[in-house]
């Protein structure tokens, strides 16, 4: 191994190692070790970490679960360098950094998800991603490890496959018992997660977090930076290809560029024979193509469409869906969630990954029997329609579920519809003079517009006072700080998915009483961070 690295100082590292195991005997004060490998070592290069474990340290089993890795990083604090490679997007080790950076996300959203009753759909649109990233360890095994193998680093094959498969199964065994709720029962009706096995699931949660956080330091921290010190851009190369036949974890990862393939490739190889594959494949899906359209003709790109009442364009049907001023989603009659119009009045937030799910996942198992009742009614045609309605001091939302059918009276599906009501209750009189609500609002006064979702609109504006940067601190109201400045819920969003919640009409329930302190609480950013973006947002903002 030592062979493929530059300028290895072997005193330095016996140095190193001597410190480090005494510091674990508890020999050493954690200061006194520090003070130590400041004053011998001065500075560690990870793959200088990695040479001690393969050189130095004795294989035990099972160690590289056991290794602290949050312990190491905090003994080598100042000695080890710990910079994250620039490296092209496409590089295969770009690749599994982007994949945990992913992976990081979700499980910031699992640690907020535990603290709420359990829907199953939110759940698997957050297992869905954390189960593909097996594809970021089968590539390790498969890729990374056999190439670090003929360096001569054994280690990561030796010790952190067994934490790959650990913490793969964990995944599983946890996606395994969310997935058993999808499974029929025995009288054929979908059953649900049992007060019981959700119970189970949650209790998992804490450990898969830690487990794969962990997993994902260790690699960050030695194995990647090692491997850019023992593997050539021309074994990369090579790495990029078999990657791709593998696959990725919720990234996009162009090819190898075919071009170059070929001028590498030498007359006769497989990559003429891809090429002419390719050649005849794409001739034959154009033939099919041709064929199908002769005897369906499809419309054209742009053309007409037949509706009920009229013709549109495709695009035109999507733009009248995106701006109609309620919020709907179509279940069809298999109860499997089929549309949702993406109209900026959003009433509550959605995820593409509820299309294609049975709707009784979108809700929390204490409500589903609600669910199942609608269904029931709808189909048997016993109802047409469920009405609901939320009814807060400063909002008010209207759902009315609507039974579909078609011609013949069969049942189609159900229509779900909301629609944020507050403005609407608040109309009084007549209006019926043309009025512009801009020309009759300007910007500085628009109390008697309706308040946009997540804006502090229950603010006067002739009370809002001028942002000091440096005044802001852990009481500072959250909508002071709005009212202050319409960009800045778009800047929060960049900061945390957490706020995303200021884009929804419950926002103005949270408005009035959310502090900075709050808005650090809830996002998961420590407060210090927190204010020093504030400020420092407020700070441009007014330069």
């Known amino acids: 191994m030592r062979e493929f690295l530059p300028n290895i100082d072997t005193e330095k590292l016996k140095r190193a190692f001597q410190i480090k195991e005494a510091y674990d005997r508890g020999e050493l004060t954690l200061a006194q070790a520090q003070a130590q490998l400041q004053l011998q070592v001065k500075s560690l290069q990870p793959y200088e970490v990695a040479l001690i474990e393969q050189e130095l340290k004795p294989e035990v089993e099972d160690e590289c679960r056991k290794e602290d890795i949050q312990a190491m990083i905090t003994l080598f604090d100042g000695v080890l360098v710990r910079e994250r490679p620039d490296l092209p997007p496409e590089h295969p080790l770009s690749c599994y950094y982007r994949e945990n950076d992913k992976i990081r996300e979700i499980l910031g959203q699992i640690q907020e998800l535990v603290q709420y009753p359990a829907i ?9 991603p954390l189960s593909a990233w097996r594809k970021h360890l089968q590539r390790k095994q498969n890729q990374l490890y056999p190439l670090l193998e003929r360096k001569g680093f054994t280690r990561p094959t030796t010790t952190m496959w067994t934490l790959d498969d650990f913490v793969r199964q964990e995944i599983d065994s946890a996606y395994k018992l969310l997935l058993s709720a999808e499974e029929t029962s025995v009288d054929g009706n979908m059953s649900l997660l049992t007060a019981a096995n959700e119970e189970k699931f949650i209790s998992l949660q804490a450990d898969i977090v830690a487990d794969v956080l962990d997993l994902m330091q260790k690699e960050e921290t030695v194995l990647y930076p090692t491997s850019l010190a023992l593997i050539t851009p021309e074994e990369f190369e090579l790495m990029r290809r078999g990657d791709q036949e593998i696959g990725f974890a919720n990234i996009t990862v162009n090819p190898p560029d075919a071009a170059a393939e070929t001028t590498t490739a030498t007359p006769g190889t497989a990559a003429g024979t891809n090429a002419g594959t390719a050649a005849d494949i794409s001739n034959f899906a154009a033939d099919l193509a041709a064929l199908v359209g002769k005897y369906y003709p499809q419309p054209q790109a742009g053309g007409e469409l037949e509706v009920s ?10 733009l009248l869906f995106r701006h109609m001023p309620v919020d709907f989603c179509y279940v069809d009659e298999n109860e499997i969630v089929k549309f949702y119009n993406d109209t900026p009045k959003r009433v509550f937030p959605r995820s593409l990954n509820v299309i294609g799910r049975n709707v009784k996942n979108c809700h929390p198992r204490k409500s589903v029997h609600i669910v199942e009742e609608i269904i029931t009614k709808f189909r048997s045609g016993e109802q047409e329609q469920a009405e609901f309605w939320i009814n807060k001091p ?11 059918r078609d011609k013949t009276g069969k049942f189609r599906g159900i229509l779900e519809m909301m629609q944020d009501c507050t403005h609407i209750r608040s109309l009084q009189g007549s209006r019926t003079l043309l009025t512009w609500e801009k020309e009759a609002a300007p910007a500085n006064n628009e ?12 603010v006067p504006p002739e009370k809002v006072q001028k942002i000091v940067p440096e005044e802001i601190n852990a009481e500072t109201m959250l909508k002071d700080l709005l009212a202050a400045d319409k960009n800045l819920k778009s800047y929060l969003f960049t900061l945390s998915f957490k706020f995303r919640a200021l884009d929804t009409p419950l926002a103005r329930i949270m408005l009035p009483k959310a502090k900075v302190s709050d808005m650090s609480e809830r996002s998961g950013i420590p407060l210090n961070e927190l204010l020093a973006k504030l400020r ?3 700070a441009d903002r007014q330069k």
Do not use: C, H, R
């Not at 199953?120 to 869905?128: I, M, P, R, S, T």
């Not at 400063?394 to 579909?404: H, K, Q």
């Open 309 to 318: 009442n009229g013709k549109m364009t495709l695009e035109q049907i999507n």
């Open 447 to 458: 109390a008697s517009a309706a308040p946009s979702v997540g804006q502090a609109a229950a």
């Open 394 to 404: 400063d909002v008010f939302i209207y759902i009315l579920y609507t039974a579909v």
């Open 120 to 128: 199953k759909n939110q759940w698997l649109a957050l297992y869905e």
């Open 536 to 538: 420092a947002y407020f």
